[in-house]
């Protein structure tokens, strides 16, 4: 009897194996198609690449794809390659994949530039074939459940802008809007290392308020030496309470870049009218570079609170420490632009009329 009862407990604890082993063979997430990029170099074997799965959380268990591969002995067949691999996919799909030769898939090179906002990097993936459908790749920003910690708290209303990080991206050419994007996300979340978060903490500056800043920084700077002492004018005015006064946020209400902006449309009634309103606006108004936020992170340390461009064909600024010097700045600037526009007629060829 005691034999008969050890046996019929002995069937339950295998069946009850054999079911746990097959749920760790199942999808980690079937409704997330988005694709990780992996490497299988020359001399791994599948137990590193079930290792490396795991970790990235592609996969529920090392163990359940090293035992799916001996059971159908597979492990002699692993292909050295590229592969794409989601969550959604199951042990067999996976172990199917990489012991087959991986397809060589033809890539396109994209390049979003510093200070593009959402609308250009829209339109620049345009260029090349994807994100045909602007309204539905502004609903991934909105509303696809992304996992990073530089995004907690953060409004997603406002589309993520500041957070498509601006670099040369290879996309394959069949990449959804989602691929394109969390490439984009990884890109920051990469790029926005342990180090500069410490120091955002040190500064008390949420990430949100940080990129908001430097998306400020990175629309008013032009030469690569400027950007620490801007980002210092801007914590300056901060500090005293001043209004930023940034002409880049009135051209992000207008949806224009103008060199001049009227009295009329410093007065916009809009929460991004850093002339009316002080402090911060509701969200970045660009993507910013490394540069600028490292910019923000340490800023130089100046007594400057104004800037005004030089006007000397080179992006450079003029910078004063209190109103009378920024007057006078500015009667320096004007001149300068009158010199170069009277250079340029002069060099003029003539006309006979």
């Known amino acids: ?33 988005a ?39 597979l492990s002699s067949q692993l292909q050295v390659g590229t592969y794409e691999i989601s969550p959604s996919m199951d042990i067999a799909t996976i172990a199917d994949l990489l012991t087959e030769a991986p397809p060589v898939l033809e890539t396109v090179t994209v390049t979003i530039p510093e200070g593009f906002e959402n609308v250009d990097v829209i339109a620049r993936l345009q260029e090349f074939g994807f994100a045909q459908d602007g309204e539905a790749f502004n609903d991934i920003l909105i509303n696809h459940p992304f996992d990073y910690e530089f995004l907690d708290g953060i409004d997603r209303s406002y589309k993520l802008e500041g957070f498509l990080f601006p670099d040369t991206y290879e996309f394959y050419s069949d990449a959804s809007d989602l691929d394109i994007i969390t490439k984009m996300l990884d890109n920051f979340d990469q790029k926005y290392t342990p180090e500069m978060r410490q120091r955002a903490r040190e500064k008390n500056l949420s990430t949100h308020d940080l990129v908001i800043l430097a ?17 210092g004018v801007f914590q300056n005015r901060i500090e005293q309470d001043m209004p930023l006064q940034a002409c880049s946020t009135v051209q992000y209400i207008l949806g224009e870049r103008k060199w001049v902006l009227s009295e009329e ?64 700045n500015i009667e320096i600037s004007e001149a300068n632009l009158q010199k170069a526009i009277d250079e340029a007629e002069s060099a003029e060829p003539a006309t006979n009329e």
């Open 265 to 328: 449309e410093t007065q916009i009634d809009s929460p991004y009218n850093t002339y009316q309103v002080p402090g911060l606006p509701p969200a970045p108004i660009a993507q910013p570079s490394l540069m600028a936020l490292e910019a923000v992170l340490y800023p130089a340390e100046t007594d400057y609170l104004f800037f005004v461009v030089a006007n000397l064909g080179d992006g450079s600024h003029l910078f004063a420490e209190d109103y009378d010097g920024h007057l006078a």
């Open 215 to 231: 998306s400020i920084v990175e629309r008013e700077a032009r030469k690569r030496e400027e950007f620490e002492v801007v980002a």
């Open 35 to 73: 694709t990780t990029t992996i490497e299988v170099e020359t001399g791994e074997s599948f137990g590193s690449v079930a290792k490396k799965l795991s970790d990235m959380k592609l996969i529920s268990s090392a163990g359940a794809l090293r035992s799916y591969v001996d059971r159908h002995d």
């Open 1 to 33: 009897m005691k034999r008969l009862i050890w046996l019929v407990l002995a069937v339950f604890v295998f069946a009850g194996c054999a079911q746990i082993s097959e749920s760790l063979e199942e999808a980690v997430d079937p409704e997330n198609t």
